[in-house]
């Protein structure tokens, strides 16, 4: 096995792991067909400027997953029209979007999802 499948082999057992860094979340192509991943997923609401320690406003919200662990369900790619399902610290489910291009790591095999939120989710 070569560095890359290594790689890759390993990222999918860590992210695998609900009880280590993996959390598992759903998405949702635009036909609804649903594929659960599990990966890392954050939401910061406050973010602070590094040079000063300046609180700003703003929100960043993203998802990151072994593309391998898609793939074994699908040809499919995610794209801007699909959606993520995730769950909060309390266990409620959110519906969000992906609202730029997928962010592809084609040497380890990750790819990451800026996400938006769902205005009909408040």
Not at 59 to 79: C, F, G, H, N
Not at 116 to 121: A, C, Q
């Amino acid at each position: 096995m070569g560095i890359r499948d290594q790689a890759q082999h390993d990222l999918n057992n860590i992210f695998s792991d609900s009880e280590g860094p993996g959390n598992p979340y759903i998405l949702i192509a635009p036909n609804n067909d649903e594929y659960t991943v599990c990966g890392t997923y954050g939401d910061i609401a406050l973010l602070i400027d590094p040079t000063n320690g300046t609180a700003i406003k703003g929100r960043t919200i993203s998802a990151t997953y072994p593309m391998a662990m898609l793939k074994i369900q699908t040809d499919q790619v995610p794209e801007k029209k699909w959606r993520v399902k995730v769950k909060d610290l309390s266990g409620a489910d959110h519906i969000l979007f992906i609202v730029d291009p997928p962010d592809h790591d084609n040497t380890i095999g990750l790819t990451r999802l800026t996400l938006g939120v769902n205005t009909n989710d408040k």
